[in-house]
Nanobody
Framework: VQLQASGGGLVQAGDSLRLSCTASGLSCTAS????????VGWFRQVPGKEREFVAS????????YYEHFVKGRFTVSRDNAGTTMYLQMDSLEPEDTAVYYC???????????????????WGEGTLVTVSS
């Protein structure tokens, strides 16, 4: 199983970015097959701080959950095949500057109880820098 996050970059406050998370070995679908993930999570981390939850997408229900500091600005989604997941980030703020990670769980996890500890697979992070 591999996850690869991409799409980070340097933007100005108020701009938008879309991060992608491409999965191989697992898909985010409602098929219930053994090669599916249950939840996709997006996390972020700044130096000296713990990795924090940003948003999640439930592959079975299609429901999304957002941490309060991104609610209304960020949107998670997936493609029809369930192999690429997205984090659309609008109205970016300097406080959003961080390394962003996508992660997948194959277990019975459910928002808001999604923490880094419950995720099974992680992608390499992608850096998002928002200038003021």
């Amino acid at each position: 199983v591999q996850l690869q996050a991409s799409g980070g970059g340097l933007v100005q406050a108020g701009d938008s970015l879309r991060l992608s998370c491409t999965a191989s070995g697992l898909s985010c679908t409602a098929s219930g097959r053994t090669d599916t993930m249950t939840v996709v999570g997006w996390f972020r981390q700044v130096p000296g701080k713990e990795r924090e939850f940003v948003a999640s997408f439930n592959c079975y229900s299609g429901l999304s959950y957002y941490e309060h500091f991104v609610k209304g600005r960020f949107t998670v989604s997936r493609d029809n095949a369930g192999t690429t997941m997205y984090l659309q980030m609008d109205s970016l703020e300097p406080e959003d500057t961080a390394v962003y990670y996508c992660a997948a769980s194959t277990g019975l996890v459910q928002a808001p109880l999604i923490t880094p500890r419950v995720m099974d697979y992680w992608g390499e992070g992608t850096l998002v820098t928002v200038s003021s």
